[in-house]
């Protein structure tokens, strides 16, 4: 049980590259304390004018990708590269994966964090696009929902208008770039991280903090 309603509210986008990289992070820290609960605020990195085919990205983004390697320790997959990257025509878009996490919460909450930590290793990983219907549902499934039951709900008006209050409220909190991380007691919310942070490193000050 956690004390003083302590939670772990965690600025997320599955598009980010350094959210990918703070992956093994996010496990030590959860590991270590796994009575934290994870709560998902998703502001949305790429949504309106940034929605664009990935081939426009390409040089960013195989020099972000670098950057998380020599700093991490985490690699983008061959799929990636020579998949979606190469072909260049999977048009990178925040809004269906985030709309995809706001179902689970709404279907599966249990699963919804471990749902929402999937989705940047089937992107950068596996090489999967993250705005195709079947691909969200085979990954919802695998943390506790109904496919079709997800792939109503995905496809919604009512999970479409979800997602945008979803966007607004994370933005009201402060979450403006990604990974985001606090520490939540009560009301009051502690900054962990901004952008990376290695795992021993998070682990102990989130340990320093709830020893208060």
């Given at each position: 049980?956690?004390t003083n309603?302590?939670?772990?509210?965690?600025?997320?986008?599955?598009?980010?590259?350094?959210?990918?990289?703070?992956?093994?992070?996010?496990?030590?820290?959860?590991?270590?304390?796994?009575?934290?609960?994870?709560?998902?605020?998703?502001g949305?990195?790429?949504?309106?004018?940034?929605?664009?085919?990935?081939?426009?990205?390409?040089?960013?983004?195989?020099?972000?990708?670098?950057?998380?390697?020599?700093?991490?320790?985490?690699?983008?997959?061959?799929?990636?590269?020579?998949?979606?990257?190469?072909?260049?025509?999977?048009?990178?878009?925040?809004?269906?994966?985030?709309?995809?996490?706001?179902?689970?919460?709404?279907?599966?909450?249990?699963?919804?964090?471990?749902?929402a930590?999937?989705?940047?290793?089937?992107?950068?990983?596996?090489?999967?696009?993250?705005?195709?219907?079947?691909?969200?549902?085979?990954?919802?499934?695998?943390?506790?929902?109904?496919?079709?039951?997800?792939?109503?709900?995905?496809?919604?008006?009512?999970?479409?208008?979800?997602?945008?209050?979803?966007?607004?409220q994370?933005?009201?909190?402060?979450?403006s770039?990604?990974?985001?991380?606090?520490?939540?007691?009560?009301?009051?919310?502690?900054?962990?991280?901004?952008?990376?942070?290695?795992?021993?490193?998070?682990?102990?000050?989130?340990?320093?903090?709830?020893?208060?």
């Amino acid at each position: 049980m956690t004390t003083n309603d302590e939670a772990l509210f965690y600025g997320f986008d599955p598009l980010c590259g350094w959210c990918f990289a703070f992956r093994p992070s996010m496990q030590a820290l959860t590991d270590a304390h796994p009575d934290l609960p994870v709560e998902l605020a998703y502001g949305g990195l790429v949504l309106g004018e940034r929605v664009q085919p990935i081939s426009v990205m390409r040089d960013y983004l195989i020099n972000g990708l670098n950057q998380v390697r020599q700093t991490a320790g985490v690699a983008a997959g061959d799929a990636f590269y020579n998949g979606l990257l190469a072909q260049g025509t999977y048009v990178s878009n925040s809004e269906p994966p985030c709309r995809a996490i706001y179902v689970m919460e709404q279907l599966a909450p249990q699963g919804a964090y471990a749902f929402a930590d999937s989705l940047p290793h089937a992107f950068y990983g596996r090489g999967l696009p993250l705005d195709d219907g079947d691909v969200l549902a085979e990954l919802a499934t695998a943390q506790g929902a109904d496919g079709d039951e997800f792939l109503r709900h995905w496809r919604s008006d009512e999970a479409k208008q979800g997602v945008q209050e979803a966007f607004m409220q994370a933005r009201a909190a402060g979450v403006s770039m990604y990974p985001t991380l606090f520490y939540r007691r009560g009301q009051q919310l502690t900054p962990l991280v901004r952008g990376f942070m290695a795992p021993a490193e998070l682990v102990a000050r989130v340990t320093a903090l709830r020893r208060g």
